[in-house]
């Protein structure tokens, strides 16, 4: 099963949009977890649990994990999704980026080493970066298009031939960088128009969208503008305003208390 067929499940599945990121600080764990050597995990394994049946993906950061040495659990994690709920596709947030060469590694690090169903790539090194990832035609390529921080205007939103550059990312990513139909593309939801404007240039390529909670991005107008012609095509994520709902022992219940909320907001299918 491709990641496009699994996704495509996982959203009939669940009737949800909604993608929770497994962005864990051990800082912000529940104090009784703080000895267990296996924390991480730990901690991850509840809020899947508790919300394997109302989302349609989920996503660990690479960085939370490489940053404690931690890439153990990362491996952990992503094969308990696999093994408990082989449904859900994993999307590894790992915006790797680099010359073709090293670019290859990258991949078999992603798909080969972890498993991941999909992972994010910086595509600004031009389309020799990219085709490492997409050769793996089973597997997605999540491609940085236009980002939701403050910062992603310096350059995203630089004109180029009379339309912005993420603009022309996306319609590359379309096209001509797009042979085994497996890209998909990072649109934050902190402008509405601009999902708009890509979804316009893509047509039904499944796009992933941060930017909802934490970040005060408008699920109703994300959803209203982004949605493809099935009515699918969107995979909204939060990471803080799930994962850490609650500091207390009651993290995994409140973590899905905050998914049902999204769905309530707008976040389902």
Known sequence: MTFQQKLDAAWKKSRSLVCVGLDPEKKRLPERMFNRPDAIFAFNKAIIDA??????????QFAHYAAVAAEDQLAATIDYIHDRYPGIPVIL????GDVGSTAEFYAIEAFERYGADAVTVNPYLGGDSIAPFTKYADRGTILLCRTSNAGGADLQEQMLDGEPLYLRVAKLAATQWNANK?????VGA???????????????MPLLVPGV?????????TVAVGRDGKGTGLVINASRSVIYAS????????????VEQMLEDGAVI
């Open 93 to 96: 947030d790992a915006k790797r």
């Open 182 to 186: 497996n890209i998909s593309l990072v």
């Open 213 to 221: 909670g934490a970040q005060g991005g408008d699920m109703k107008a």
């Open 247 to 258: 500091g207390g022992d009651d993290f995994a219940h409140a973590a899905r208390g905050a």
């Open 51 to 60: 919300t394997h049946d109302i989302v349609c993906a989920y996503k660990p």
């Open 190 to 204: 902190t402008v509405p128009q601009v999902i708009a404007d890509v979804r316009k240039a893509v047509g039904d």
